[in-house]
């Protein structure tokens, strides 16, 4: 009924996606954020303008800070394309916790098993192995959904929980450090590490570039168009004689390697090694970012920087005015609830709010 | 027809399987289905959310949050009031306005309601994150009692009839829901207001009002599923304390292929795997490591949807915002 309009709407939109209205509402949303987030603080009997002060100047205020804040975002970046790429072609991936997961385990794996390997062989091959089982796991959503019809919001949550299963199982038991009663690996090689350029994470310029390379693909070329097609029309893809089953599985395979491999960057880049209770979350932050960046590969990094930028400070801010850093888990709810408010949207753009998600099945 | 012999065939399984388990061991096979029943019941109620949502057309993927916020308000406010009884009000208060929110964002906002269920996640889980403070303690739980009469039947009495007060209401509510959804006039209207809105409104059913009412209403069945965990099962409560219950009974809802008693099913069937598997545990009969087992309802609803994939519906409707006229 409406699909033509509404693709129609679609494409212009596409075309003009760095108009001023869009830049707008992000940011008018973070600062109506802050400020709820403020009378929140105000309330609590703490000082709102030492807090956000304290807050941001630790994110940005230092080249320290500011390395910090780009670790933390590139995860973000990463979970947020993963969970980018699914939407475009109209999947819903909640999995990219479970993928981040298993790749970020993998990777650990890869960096203590091939020590001794120079680090321009090793690191890659820790990478394209955290991203491989990233992959891996998505791929099962991707097959079922494709092949069973089985809904992929109900097997990657399934999936989150076997992962953090069967990873833990791991880490506590063949993977886990000699020695060492605590579930985690042992550190991985020197070689395997990612190297810091000054305070920046090289982890960080790997999550921007794959960003324009997911930008270039889905905008310009043959492929992204398919996955672009299925996401807004599955019978009209099918019509025109695309594998809407092969387009659906390789786009979750795309999405779980992204999310893997913000896993393996995380484990290379940060952690060293594999422990529990690192990542956690990462995966339903991606989700955040992903719509905060109105599902546009390159749109997602102010906002993946500006949540790092964050989760960055807010040790600092707990430290200087007594803010409970969770207050950032807020702060990021109250923005996803204003840059996703039509009101504000109608308000800025006269075109239609276009649908990102759709129901259970198509 | 063909329906209808494959689920007595399946109700045929599930008995002939109680029956080879009790003839081994009554008393344990007594007390696995009572703790199955206990573990099932959150799970089935959030199904139901689910289920009165997405009948009338709105997909709620908030059902996490809203059990979230409401099993903290519960908490809180019987730990604040040193009374369970305000605590559970509150509780479905504030349940029943995350169901509002919700229906304000999806029905008059004409937001994506997979975003707006997200934003109630993170919004919950930031709220109470948040709020929370370490090591308070509530006064009781909802204590256990017997049903006169009824829980002496052997077997089905210690299971069904010795239970807390909200055991008895969540399955009330899920019996009430059941009959409401396929006998009444109010049921057949939200099913038509969810399969095709616009002959229902041309029939005279305001949709928005009626997306409104479900929706709320979901929201403080949700709640009791939250107050259930905190005030009668654990007694306490934690940081990420629904550990993805409200995600889970999703596949229930699909499983149960959005009947009431479908998920309930699909809900005791979890419920007694997992109690299963925790008593294999205790036996120690076989040496699985405890992962796998916490795994195993994880794997099995995987491999149940795979094999009965292909043959579930959803509502027509649901996911689009309704506007007259189109």
């Not at chain 1, 993977?175 to 000054?198: H, K, W, Y």
């Not at chain 1, 168009?225 to 594998?243: D, K, L, M, P």
């Not at chain 2, 010795?162 to 969540?170: E, K, N, P, R, Y």
């Not at chain 2, 609803?301 to 509502?315: E, F, M, N, Q, W």
């Amino acid at each position: 009924m409406s699909d033509t309009k509404s693709i129609k709407s679609d494409l212009d939109n596409s075309k003009k996606k760095f108009d001023v209205g869009s830049w707008l509402i992000p940011v008018i949303a973070v600062l109506v954020a802050l400020f709820i987030g403020a009378i929140l603080i105000k309330i609590q009997g703490f000082d709102p303008v030492v807090a956000y002060r304290s807050l941001f100047k630790s994110a940005f205020g230092s080249v320290e800070g500011l390395g910090v804040t780009l670790a933390k975002a590139t995860p973000l970046v990463l979970a947020g394309l993963a969970v980018a790429v699914g939407l475009r072609a109209g999947l819903f991936n909640i999995g990219a916790q479970g993928q981040l997961l298993s790749g970020a385990l993998a990777a650990a794996w890869a960096g203590v098993t091939f020590d001794g390997l120079p680090g321009y062989i090793h690191i890659p091959v820790a990478l394209i192995i955290g991203a491989f089982f990233g992959s891996l796991v998505a791929a099962i959503s991707g097959f079922l959904k494709a092949y069973r019809g089985v809904h992929e919001v109900i097997t990657t949550i399934m999936l989150n929980s076997i992962v953090m299963a069967i990873a833990d199982y791991l880490a506590s038991g063949r993977l886990r450090e000699p020695g060492q009663f605590l579930t985690r690996t042992s550190e991985i090689s020197e070689n395997a590490r990612l190297p810091f350029f000054g305070s920046i994470p090289s982890g960080f310029f790997i999550a921007v570039i794959l960003g324009v390379f997911f930008w270039w693909i889905l905008g310009r070329t043959t492929s992204g168009f398919r996955i672009e097609t299925v996401g807004r029309n599955r019978h009209a893809a099918w019509y025109s004689g695309i594998s809407v089953k092969r387009t659906v599985v390789s786009a979750m395979i795309i999405s779980g390697g992204i999310a893997g491999l913000g896993g393996a960057v995380e484990t290379l880049g940060i952690t060293y090694r594999y422990e529990p209770a690192f990542n956690l979350g990462l995966g339903f932050d991606g989700i955040t970012i992903a719509l905060l960046g109105r599902v546009h590969p390159i749109g997602i990094i102010p906002g993946a920087i500006l949540i790092g930028g964050m989760r960055a400070g807010a040790a600092n801010m707990q430290f200087d005015a007594g803010v409970a850093p969770e207050i950032v888990d807020l702060l990021m709810a109250l923005i996803l609830l204003f840059v996703t408010a039509p009101l504000i949207t109608r308000f800025f753009k006269n075109s239609s709010n276009k649908s990102m998600t759709s129901g259970w099945g198509n | 027809m063909k329906m209808l012999t494959k689920r007595n065939s399946y109700i045929f399984l599930a008995l002939a399987a109680t029956a080879f388990f009790y003839s081994r061991d009554g008393d344990i096979t007594t007390s696995v289905y009572a703790t199955g029943l206990a573990f099932a019941l959150p799970l089935a109620l959030a199904a139901m959310v689910g289920i009165m949502c997405e009948r009338t057309g709105i997909v709620n993927i908030g059902i996490e949050g809203t059990m979230l916020i409401s099993a903290f308000v519960a908490f809180f406010v019987a730990y604040l009031t040193q009374n369970i009884i305000i605590g559970l009000v509150a509780s479905l208060l504030v349940g029943a306005l995350m169901g509002f929110i919700l229906a304000l964002m999806a029905v008059s906002w004409r937001m994506d309601q997979i975003i707006a269920g997200t934003i109630i996640n993170i919004l919950a889980t930031g709220l109470t994150s948040f709020l929370y403070v370490q090591g308070k303690t509530i006064p009781s739980v909802f204590q256990s009692f017997e049903i006169p009469l009824l829980s002496k039947i052997p077997f089905l009495g210690p299971v069904l009839f010795i239970h807390g007060a909200l055991t008895f209401v969540g399955l009330a509510v899920i019996l009430i829901l059941y009959v409401g959804i396929y006998h009444t006039p109010w049921g057949l209207r939200s099913r038509a207001v969810g399969e095709h809105p616009s002959s229902a409104d041309t029939a005279g059913v305001s949709v928005a009002r009626l997306r409104y009412i479900n929706v709320t209403i979901a929201g403080a069945i949700g709640a009791l599923a939250g107050a259930y965990l905190a005030l009668e099962l654990v007694g306490s409560f934690e940081r990420g304390f629904i550990a993805g219950k409200g995600f889970t009974a999703l596949a229930l809802m699909i499983f149960g292929r959005w009947n009431p008693l479908g998920a309930l099913a699909a809900a005791l069937f979890f419920g007694l795997t997992q109690a299963y598997a925790s008593q294999l545990m205790i036996d120690q009969v076989v040496n699985i490591p405890s992962q796998f087992t916490a795994a195993l309802p994880y794997i099995l609803t995987i491999v149940i949807l795979t094999i009965s994939a292909g043959k579930v519906r959803p509502p027509a409707a649901e996911g689009q915002p309704y506007e007259k006229g189109q």
